[in-house]
C-alpha cells in the first residue's frame, strides 16, 4: 500500500446479511434481485449460506428457515484493486479494531466492501479518517 490511504465510497442502501442453512434452496425474495438489487453477494460453503442484500427486499416474515441481522451499511473501496496489492483489509480493519467497530468484509474481484452497523457508522468513518483514508458519499 506504500503508506497511502484508500478512498471509500458509501454506498446508500441499508443492507442485510442473511444466514441458510447449507444445501438450502434460496425462497424466492432471496433470488438474485437483477438490477433492481444493485448489491447482492451470495456464499455458499459446506457450512452455510450467506446472503447479503438490500434490507428493504426482505419480506415483512422471512420464516424460520433463516436468520437476519439487518442494518449494515458498505463502505466499497475504490478499485480495481490489483491481486498482489497487500495491507488493503489489514488497513482498514485495525483502525476499526482499536475504536471497537465490528466489521463483516466482503471482497469481489476488483474491490473490497466493509459491511458496518449503522449505529457504528459514524465512528467507523472518524477511526478511518484519523488512520490516513478519504470518505466519500
Known amino acids: 500500500m506504500g503508506g497511502k490511504g484508500l ?5 446508500p442502501q441499508t443492507l442485510a446479511v442473511c444466514r441458510f442453512e447449507p444445501g438450502a434452496e434460496l425462497p424466492g425474495w ?6 433492481g438489487g444493485r448489491f447482492w453477494s451470495l456464499t455458499r460453503t459446506e457450512g452455510e449460506v450467506s ?13 424460520p428457515e433463516v436468520r437476519v441481522e439487518p442494518g449494515w451499511r458498505a463502505l466499497m473501496v475504490a478499485g480495481p484493486l490489483d491481486f498482489g496489492q497487500t495491507g488493503v483489509i489489514s488497513s482498514l480493519v485495525a483502525p476499526l479494531a482499536r475504536a471497537g467497530v465490528p466489521v463483516f468484509v466482503l471482497s ?5 466492501y466493509l459491511l458496518l ?9 472518524e477511526a478511518l479518517v484519523r488512520a490516513g483514508h478519504e470518505l466519500r458519499g
Open 51 to 63: 446472503l447479503v442484500c438490500r434490507q428493504d427486499l426482505l419480506p415483512g416474515r422471512t420464516g
Open 7 to 11: 478512498s471509500l465510497t458509501l454506498l
Open 108 to 112: 469481489t474481484f476488483e474491490t473490497d
Open 117 to 125: 452497523k449503522e449505529e457504528d457508522l459514524q465512528r467507523a468513518e
Open 30 to 35: 432471496a433470488a438474485d434481485p437483477g438490477e
